[in-house]
T-cell receptor, first 113, second 111 residues
């Protein structure tokens, strides 16, 4: 099994550009989440989903959009990139968050110049 | 304000020493989870604790969930260089299904 696949692994954007970070999982997990990780800040929750068609905001949702049209995919859209969005982004999925924990992808390192 | 406070933030010890990492909050969680992260990789789940007072052991690692389900600890016995990494605690907030993380403890075990 591939687990959680994130693409691309690296990306450089100019300020104001938009892009979509892709996330796909093949474990039939209902729960999926996006996090960003910055030095000294730990992992902060951007958006999460408890099933297809259901999404909700996390701790730092501003500047990001998500949708969940299928169980497998949970793309993260940056609407108008800003230097403050320079970070490492992780997608994660879970069978159920309380008892089973999350499986993480290997991350996307994004730089906004 | 960080919902989960981890301490210490950094820890450098010699091989063979014991250590404890703490994860504290004023909020109640339906579960607390511990992850370990290597540089350039995503976090990997070590354990999930869901019952107040629960203790789980994973080889030389012992995890405890506080009776009030507000805090947790990770104890490593006889640390080895292979234990080096970033240890993250995370909690599931009851009713919301959100998993939120502490800032992590960066552990270095020197040979």
């Amino acid at each position: 099994n591939a687990g959680v696949t994130q693409t691309p692994k690296f990306q450089v954007l100019k300020t104001g550009q938009s892009m979509t970070l892709q996330c796909a999982q093949d474990m039939n997990h209902e729960y999926m989440s996006w996090y960003r990780q910055d030095p000294g800040m730990g992992l902060r929750l951007i958006h999460y989903s408890v099933g297809a068609g259901i999404t909700d905001q996390g701790e730092v949702p501003n500047g990001y959009n998500v949708s969940r049209s299928t169980t497998e995919d949970f793309p993260l859209r940056l609407l108008s990139a800003a230097p403050s969005q320079t970070s490492v982004y992780f997608c994660a999925s879970s069978r159920e968050s309380r008892d089973y924990g999350y499986t993480f992808g290997s991350g996307t390192r994004l730089t906004v110049v | 304000t960080q919902l989960l406070e981890q301490s210490p933030q950094f820890l450098s010890i010699q091989e063979g020493e014991n250590l404890t990492v703490y994860c504290n909050s004023s909020s109640v969680f339906s579960s607390l989870q511990w992850y370990r992260q290597e540089p350039g990789e995503g976090p990997v789940l070590l354990v999930t604790v869901v019952t107040g007072g629960e203790v789980k052991k994973l080889k030389r690692l012992t995890f405890q969930f506080g009776d009030a389900r507000k805090d947790s600890s990770l104890h490593i016995t006889a640390a080895q260089p292979g234990d080096t990494g970033l240890y993250l605690c995370a909690g599931v907030q009851g009713g919301s299904e959100k998993l939120v993380f502490g800032k992590g403890t960066k552990l270095t075990v020197n040979p």
